[in-house]
C-alpha cells in the first residue's frame, strides 16, 4: 500500500463522501434515514473533535511543563509557568467553588480576571498606525486609506473625541456598516468560491495540496 494511498486518497473519499450526505440532507430531500445518517455522523464528529481537544490540551500543557523544568531561565519559563499557575487555579476554583464551573463565583471571577486581561490584550491596537508606517510608510494610495480608516474607527471609540467633534462617531460607524462589510462580503465570496474549487480539484486528484507534497 503506498503512502499516497492512505495519506491522500483515503482521506479525501472519506470527506467527500461525508460532505455529500451532510450537503444532501441538508438541500436536497428530507429523508428519514438520510437524516438519521447525517446525525450519526455529526455525533461521531463531535466525539471525534472532543478527544482531539483533549489531545491538543494535554500536549500544550506537556509542552509548556517541559518550558518551566528547563534549567535554563529565560522569559519563555516564567511565561509558561504563568500559564500553568492560571491553568491550576481555574481549575482549583471551578472545582471548589459552589456550583462549580457554572456557579455565580466561578462566572464572575473568570469574567473580570479574563475581560480585563482581554482588554489590555485589545489595547494592543496602539501598535496599528507604527505597522502602518513601519511597513507601508503611507507612500501610496492603500496605506494611507488604511491608516485613515483605521483612525476614524479609533476616534468613533473615544468618547472625549466624539464629544468635542460629534460627526467622528458617524463617519467611523458608516465605515463600519458599507465599506467594510462590502469588503467582508466580498472576501467571504471569494473565500467560498474559492474552497469550492480547491475540493472539486481534490475529488477529481488535479489539487497536490498539502497531504501530497508531503507525500511527494
Do not use: C
Amino acid at each position: 500500500m503506498s503512502r499516497r494511498l492512505y495519506q491522500r486518497q483515503v482521506p479525501v473519499f472519506l470527506v467527500s463522501v461525508l460532505t455529500t450526505i451532510i450537503v444532501m440532507e441538508y438541500f436536497v430531500v428530507r429523508y428519514p434515514p438520510l437524516t438519521a445518517v447525517k446525525d450519526e455522523l455529526l455525533l461521531w464528529g463531535a466525539i471525534t473533535y472532543s478527544f482531539v481537544m483533549l489531545f491538543g490540551y494535554t500536549m500544550l500543557v506537556l509542552s509548556h511543563a517541559r518550558q518551566v523544568m528547563e534549567r535554563k531561565r529565560g522569559r519563555s519559563v516564567y511565561l509558561s509557568g504563568i500559564k500553568l499557575g492560571a491553568l491550576g487555579a481555574f481549575l482549583l476554583l471551578g472545582l471548589l467553588s459552589p456550583g462549580g464551573a457554572d456557579g455565580s463565583q466561578y462566572r464572575t471571577l473568570y469574567a473580570y480576571i479574563v475581560g480585563y486581561a482581554g482588554a489590555g490584550m485589545y489595547s494592543a491596537w496602539v501598535h496599528h498606525p507604527y505597522n502602518v508606517y513601519r511597513f507601508f510608510r503611507l507612500t501610496s494610495i492603500q496605506s494611507t486609506i488604511m491608516f485613515l480608516t483605521w483612525l476614524f474607527l479609533v476616534f468613533r471609540e473615544l468618547s472625549v473625541i466624539v464629544a468635542v467633534y460629534p460627526p467622528l462617531y458617524d463617519i467611523g460607524t458608516w465605515i463600519e456598516a458599507v465599506p467594510n462589510a462590502a469588503a467582508q462580503r466580498a472576501a467571504l465570496a471569494a473565500a467560498g468560491v474559492g474552497t469550492l474549487i480547491l475540493g472539486v480539484r481534490a475529488i477529481v486528484g488535479k489539487e497536490p495540496g498539502l497531504i501530497e507534497m508531503e507525500v511527494t
